[in-house]
Structures are given as structure tokens and as C-alpha cells.
């Protein structure tokens, strides 16, 4: 290509997690790559923002200002400088805006991830850190892409040579969409990729699956969650339709959710011939 793409790379994980130091060395072979991300793991704040709790002045004990001045409506977002670029004290969508906004170039691309743990079914998009740092950039106008792996029944602690296949995919999509005009026509990509040794090798166009089971019980004077959706994927059964990503995941597919703000999925002949071609 001509051009290679300017990428902010982020996560919900951690600056020092594993899947993100594999999209970085991965991502650097096709663009370049500046890393904000949070400092310490982010998991499941969904699109939260710091945005308000962190000002040091207030004229109100619960932390309301009845001050118009324009410093009322800013919060420090504190970070500190990293080998890979930024190590943001905030949420993933701290770091999303950071990175589209306060930053000397204006990304081309937003990357999220790779998570560890899969990112599947529309439950995920308001609590998942790793999509909704995607989504944050794609309300912002500026395409992404979020990377997500199943890791349920990985053992051994996860190495960067784990997420090699979320790497791969978050690159090759990264050069090609840049190429091809898919950002045109949606606003972001939900990627997820199935455990290393359960990959096929294939991908499938898929729609974020609608089953949600989380379960709740009253025992010996306590309340309890269970996650029914994790413990089928656990057991590798497949309760819903041929087309949704959960499925594609559990067959061994990298499942690939193209997406419109906020939740909208988009499976269009246009859209399905352009990744296939890329993918």
C-alpha cells in the first residue's frame, strides 16, 4: 500500500497484558502504532469514564459543581510514559478518547484488544472494556476494530505467542480495510478468535448472538451468580443459530461482527464480498 495507516492500539487488560503486546508487535509490521491504554487491568467497566471523578476541586461534598466556568467540565486523565507509548490511569474509554483526540496525528484506526476471554453476543457491547473502547472511537467518527479470544480452558499462563492468530487477523484487517472503503459502510468490527488449538483456520461474516442465560439463587443466606452462557461455552455446546458469533467461535471460526453504532449489526453483499476478499 501506499500509505501505511496510523493505529491506536488499546485494551481493557492492562497496558502489560500479553494480548496487547501481540497486536503491537503484529499491528507495527502494517501501520504505526501508538499504545494508550490503562495501567492496570480494566476489565468489564464497560463505557465508563473517569470524566468528573477525578477533579480535585468541587463546591459540592458529592461531587456536583454548580460552576459554569469551562475548567468545571474538564478532568485530569493522570498517566505515565511506557515503553509502548502511554499507560493511562482511566478506563478504556478514557484511553479511546485520549488517543482519537489529545494525540499530534488523528488515527486512522482504532484497535482494541486482543482480550483475553471472548467478547460474544449483544449482552457484551455496554459491559465489555474491549468493545466499548472500539465503540467510544466509532462514535467519535473514527473506525475500529476490537480483538477479543476464547481462552476458557487454557491453563498455562498466556504468553504474546497465544494471541499469534489475533495478531494475524487484527493486521491483515487493519491494512486491507484501510484499502477497501469497509469503514464506508460500518462504524467498527467485533473480532473474535477461537483458542489456538481449536482454530480451523476459517472465518465467518456473523451476528452478535441474542441468548443470554445469567442465573441467580438464594443459598445458605447469600446471594449467588451463575453465568449459564460461560458454563455452555465451557462445555462446548452450541445453543444458538448458524450465523451468530458465538457459534463460528465454537466451531473454530474467527467470528467477525461488522457493526454500526451503537449495537447495529451489518451483513450486507457488500460488506460479506469485502471481507472475504480480505480475509
Avoid at 25 to 47: I, K
Avoid at 133 to 154: K, N, W, Y
Avoid at 224 to 231: E, G, I, K, V
Avoid at 234 to 247: G, K, L, S
Wanted: glycine share 8%; with cysteine; net charge negative.
Amino acid at each position: 500500500m501506499d500509505e501505511q495507516p496510523d493505529i491506536l492500539l488499546t485494551n481493557d487488560d492492562g497496558i502489560d497484558a500479553p494480548g496487547i503486546r501481540a497486536l503491537y508487535d503484529a499491528l507495527t509490521e502494517v501501520g504505526s502504532v501508538t499504545v494508550v491504554a490503562p495501567d492496570r487491568n480494566q476489565s468489564a467497566v464497560g463505557r465508563s469514564l473517569s470524566y468528573g471523578r477525578t477533579s480535585d476541586e468541587t463546591d459540592d461534598p458529592d461531587g456536583f459543581t454548580l460552576d459554569l466556568e469551562e475548567s468545571s467540565f474538564t478532568s485530569p486523565v493522570p498517566h505515565t510514559d511506557h515503553e509502548l507509548g502511554y499507560a493511562v490511569n482511566g478506563t478504556p474509554c478514557d484511553c479511546a478518547i485520549v488517543g482519537v483526540n489529545a494525540l499530534e496525528s488523528d488515527p486512522d484506526l482504532v484497535v482494541s484488544g486482543c482480550n483475553a476471554g471472548a467478547n460474544l453476543g449483544t449482552y457484551v457491547f455496554s459491559r465489555s472494556g474491549t468493545v466499548s473502547a472500539a465503540m467510544e472511537a466509532a462514535f467519535l467518527g473514527t473506525p475500529s476494530i476490537a480483538v477479543s479470544m476464547d481462552t476458557l480452558g487454557m491453563e498455562s499462563d498466556l504468553e504474546p505467542a497465544d494471541f499469534e492468530r489475533a495478531g494475524e487477523t487484527a493486521a491483515t484487517l487493519a491494512r486491507d480495510t484501510h484499502e477497501t472503503g469497509l469503514f464506508d459502510r460500518i462504524d467498527y468490527l467485533n473480532v473474535n478468535v477461537p483458542r489456538p488449538d481449536l482454530d480451523t483456520g476459517e472465518f465467518e461474516l456473523t451476528r452478535p448472538t441474542e441468548v443470554y442465560e445469567m442465573d441467580a439463587t438464594f443459598e445458605e443466606g447469600g446471594f449467588q451468580l451463575t453465568n449459564r452462557l460461560w458454563q455452555q461455552m465451557a462445555n462446548r455446546d452450541i445453543p444458538d443459530p448458524e450465523d451468530t458469533d458465538r457459534h463460528a467461535l465454537l466451531a473454530g471460526a474467527v467470528s467477525v461482527s461488522p457493526m454500526r453504532v451503537p449495537y447495529e449489526v451489518v451483513k450486507t453483499d457488500a460488506v460479506r464480498t469485502i471481507l472475504e476478499r480480505v480475509l
